[in-house]
Nanobody, 122 residues
Framework: HVQLVESGGGLVQPGGSLRLSCAAS????????VGWFRQAPGKEREDVAR?????GLTRHSDSRFTISLDNADNTLSLEMNNLRPDDTNKYYC???????????????????YGQGTQVTVS
């Protein structure tokens, strides 16, 4: 089991930057990939970025965002630059266990989610 706690959200002006953090605890060595998702009220949760733990390979839905993982303290981060009003969402970090041919890009690939942190660009 893994526990995830996000932080770093807040209000930022358009064009600004924000760094989200996700403190992970539990069986992180058993995880296959980690990721960030976001969701606006009434909309589906969408993929933002993902990272495969074994290789360090990353994929991003937008070049303004950068995902990283500090293995020393199991902190997952999301650096967001040049933010726009349509980036306003609740952002969630997630972790997926090994196996099952997961792509790590789908919401259903992940077994654990944090409670989310709100980002408002205005």
């Amino acid at each position: 089991h893994v526990q995830l706690v996000e932080s770093g959200g807040g209000l930022v002006q358009p064009g600004g930057s924000l760094r989200l953090s996700c403190a992970a605890s539990g069986n992180m060595p058993e995880m296959y990939c980690v990721g960030w998702f976001r969701q606006a009220p009434g909309k589906e949760r969408e993929d933002v970025a993902r990272l495969w733990i074994g290789t360090g390979l990353t994929r991003h839905s937008d070049s303004r965002f950068t995902i990283s993982l500090d293995n020393a303290d199991n902190t997952l981060s999301l650096e967001m630059n040049n933010l726009r009003p349509d980036d306003t969402n609740k952002y969630y970090c997630a972790a997926a266990k090994s196996g099952g041919g997961r792509t790590c890009s789908d919401v259903d690939d992940y077994d654990f989610y944090g409670q989310g942190t709100q980002v408002t660009v205005s």
